[in-house]
């Protein structure tokens, strides 16, 4: 006997065709001749039937092979970007319930229609191979005919009444069809890929797919609707989906969405906007709807990196179109999918501070029509309000109405107010052409603002940041944690972010990171070093506010580039304060409350009381509130009550209705 392995020759083995999964030496005979041979090969179809549990039929057409040259060039152009079928294969198999012909009839049909009235022209070769195809032809749709006519016709006869059976339903939805679906109350188009009934039949599964963009290249999400079992029948346009021509206006509903994806192609960079309306964020148990009304930064590319990645199929095309496209046609191009630059997301756009892009007649797209038909209605960013990252409807998405008398109503010294802003402006201009002798440092301008509260800190840096036109990311020492880790973290992700977004960062009471160490807190002492580190390398515009600057470590003297100190507010600022609220209060178009004239008198009685600003605001604020109880305009009378409360209360130590301290 041989050694194992040892023999060049094969051993075979067969599957015993009595017993499941066992196997024999015994070479297996058939009960006949093989069924497809080269007699077979001659025909231009192969026909396969059944017996069927039918009552009323005999046998049931199970699949089809087309094997006539003829025949595939014709189905070429009937089943063309149909998914799933490949017609120049040499084996060209269809299997019951032959979907691809039931979402095809009319188009097969008028094919063949259109080759009987052409007639035999030409040469007698050419005449007797279109009289051939024409044959060839016949054949399938005769064949097919027999099987699929009670299908088609009940699948017509409910369309034209506007409704469907769950039982064919798999008629209506045609793979690469266009599908509409209203999500969270905005008109969403997606292109089918697949569609089935569930396991268990209870649903009908549309695997959907739409233009999407990750921050850095744009390429295709998908998505996944069911519609629920239902008996009888149902409106069609009351399905969780439905096929777009069913939609009743669905010419000017393309029109819109291609609009819609025209603008959601500007967004892709980052561009500072304003919002007003509902957005969707991450919650640790899925997404959850938040109701915003801020300044946003729109930023796919750091929504990615900070938030949650986004994952899209991506299929790279050569031949991106760049030109103007015309907005009435949803043809479908050769590319399928539109790459980009892979650094696109790292990009500003042109379009001004506070403006949206626009999109004009002569605008050049990466994206094809039908692209932009399909493409999201979200794009991804931050809300500065808020300090969430979110996703953000596009037609939420406004201009910023900018505070232009923002920084000329600062109660602060004209000299420091032209200081402070000749810092900020410069530092934008500059950036790049200072650096330390390490690379990457002291590129950042910081300043401190120190002074009691309500004395104007936090309003100085908000009113650089509108003069400029530039975000504010305002921060409190809440928001960075007190965790080492952590807090290292957070802030390195803030000063890379403002950074790049030319943004003012405002680190509000900041003393926990500015007080001076000692031997006796380590924790605190890390802080306060990470702090320093991170400052060096910031790149940005940095406003910090303190209420103890004596207090302050001697290692910020040395990163701190200017510092300011404010004190009380004196009667004549305090008179300033007050006329600056009331006109803001008279002017603001979403008070329910009016404001009453106040004379100079007035003015002038108010001013004594000795208020900071915040404090001041906050008397206002309650005196609208008891103005709007009795729906009067806020005038004298309610300012002084609220005064007279307060001070009435300050005894007890307890605040009225917030203006307590």
Known sequence: MAAPGSLASIHAVYEDPFRLNKWTTQYPTRAGPPVEDAESAQHALVARYKLSADPSKSLDLDSIVVQSPLLKRMLAKVLDVY?????????????????????R???LCAERDALMHQGTTGSPVGAHMQEQAMTHLKLLCSTLEGELSSVIREKRDLITHGVMTFQQIWTLFEPGSLIYHKSDGHDRMYKLQTAKSTTNN????????????????????????????????????????????????????????????RHFEAYKGFHFVGYDGIAIGRVHRGEQKFNVKSRIIIDGHSFSRYSQKTTLEKIETPGIPSGPVDISSTEETDDDCVMLDENAGQKKASTPAGKKP???ADSRFSLTPEQHLIATAKVRGYSLRDKKWLQFFIPSITDITWNEDAFASLVAPQEQKDLILSFAESQIKNRE??????????????????????????????????????PLYSIGAADLGSKPQAMENKLHDMLEMCAKWNAVLLLDEADVFMEARSTRDLDR??????????LEYFEGILFLTTNRLENMDAAFESRIHLTLNYSELDKASRKHVWSTFLNRSAQAKDSNVGVGAFSDAELERLSKEKLNGRQIKNVLKTAQLLASKYDECLGMGHLETVLRLRKANEKKTVGFFGVGE
């Not at 998914?83 to 084996?91: K, Y």
């Not at 629920?228 to 509903?253: D, M, V």
């Not at 306060?528 to 580190?533: D, E, H, N, S, Y």
């Open 83 to 103: 998914p799933g079928v490949t017609t120049d294969l040499e084996r060209l198999e269809f299997n019951a319930p032959f979907e691809c012909f039931v979402h």
């Open 105 to 107: 009839w009319d188009q």
């Open 202 to 261: 209870t649903s009908y599964q549309l695997e959907l797919q739409y233009v999407d963009f990750d921050g850095a290249e744009f390429g295709y999400g998908k998505e996944t609707i069911h519609i629920p079992e239902f008996r009888g029948t149902k409106k069609i346009t009351k399905f969780e989906a439905y096929p777009l021509e069913f939609h009743s206006n669905f010419e000017e509903l393309k029109r819109g969405l291609i609009e819609r994806g």
């Open 358 to 360: 626009t999109v004009g």
């Open 433 to 470: 052409q200072f650096d330390d002798f390490v690379q990457g440092k002291g590129k950042g301008i910081i300043m401190l603002l120190a002074g009691p509260p309500g004395v104007g800190k936090t309003l100085t840096a908000e009113s650089v940041a509108e003069a400029m036109h530039a």
């Open 525 to 534: 002492n890390k802080l306060v070093a990470i702090f320093l580190r991170l």
